[in-house]
């Protein structure tokens, strides 16, 4: 799936072209996704003008000059395709300007698409309980050490929790624990200040740097112009079972399971 540094560049490479331009048309393929798509999308985007891009979590936002905002969440396997020189079959939204041709391809079909009054935007259902945002001045040690006040569940599944933290993924909180040694199983209250002193920067460090990379590109995923991100090539922990630490203390990361999902850490610096 998609995570934050796949979307985050997946919005700044639709802004590239799509930012002030007007939308002349647009065609569905198909009836829905995840869900079916908004019934008056067609009318409203046809003709509208993009006046911006951004993203909220894991979600992409365009924003038109009527008032309503586009949002988009990629699902797992979902990717924007700027004039892509062949149609795909699991292309099943298309947008066009004067000047480019924007096809969301969605081959297992789990992204979604909405249409939401600006305004409203705080205040729509998927947004309303969200955490801060990983890479905003809100998320800081003093706030984590709040809500994770009292907490037995363990600090990796507190991270992936969206009120806690909104938008972090299996990938960056599994890399970012290793970068501020902490281990995945500890109790997410008992992750003490100095530990989330390391983490919070960790966090924002490795999101950063993944964007900076143009993201995982982990299977399906690509960036909007076609290019693979290469931060994969990066990863500390994540996917290196039984290989050695990159800090050369002896330990070998080891592979569990959190959640129904697969966790990896090294044995010996993450305390």
């Known amino acids: 799936m998609p995570e934050l540094p796949e979307v985050e560049t997946t919005v700044r490479g639709l802004a590239r072209f799509l930012e002030g331009e007007q939308i002349t048309r647009v065609t569905l393929n198909r009836a829905e996704l995840r869900r079916p798509f908004p019934p008056e999308l067609v009318q409203v985007m046809t003709g509208a003008t993009v006046t911006g891009l951004s993203r909220r979590a894991k979600y992409g936002l365009v ?36 000047a480019n041709r924007f096809a969301l391809c969605d081959p297992r079909r789990f992204g979604s698409v909405d249409l939401v009054k600006t305004a409203a935007l705080d205040d729509w259902p998927q947004f309303a309980s969200l955490g801060p945002e990983p890479l905003g ?80 590109s982990l299977r399906n995923y690509a960036q909007p112009d076609g290019e693979l991100g290469y931060f994969a090539t ?38």
């Open 63 to 98: 924003h038109l000059d009527r008032e309503q905002t586009m949002i988009f969440h990629l699902g797992m396997s979902g990717r924007w395709r700027i004039d892509p020189e062949v149609a795909d079959p699991h292309d099943h939204l298309v947008m066009e300007t004067s």
């Open 137 to 216: 001045d809100a998320l800081t040690p003093q706030y984590l050490k709040a809500a994770l006040q009292g907490r037995s569940q363990a600090i990796k599944l507190c991270l992936l929790d969206q009120k806690i933290v909104a938008g972090l993924g299996n990938i960056y909180v599994c890399e970012a624990l290793w970068r501020a040694g902490i281990r995945p199983r500890k109790a997410g209250g008992k992750v003490t200040r100095p530990q989330l002193e390391r983490l919070v920067p960790a966090i924002k460090d490795v999101l950063m740097q993944s964007i900076s990379d143009g993201g995982s």
């Open 234 to 271: 990066r990863f500390d922990v994540y996917g290196r079972t039984g290989e050695p630490c990159r800090r050369g203390d002896g330990g070998a990361i080891k592979r569990i399971e959190q959640g129904g999902r697969s966790t990896w850490f090294c044995q010996v610096c993450q305390k």
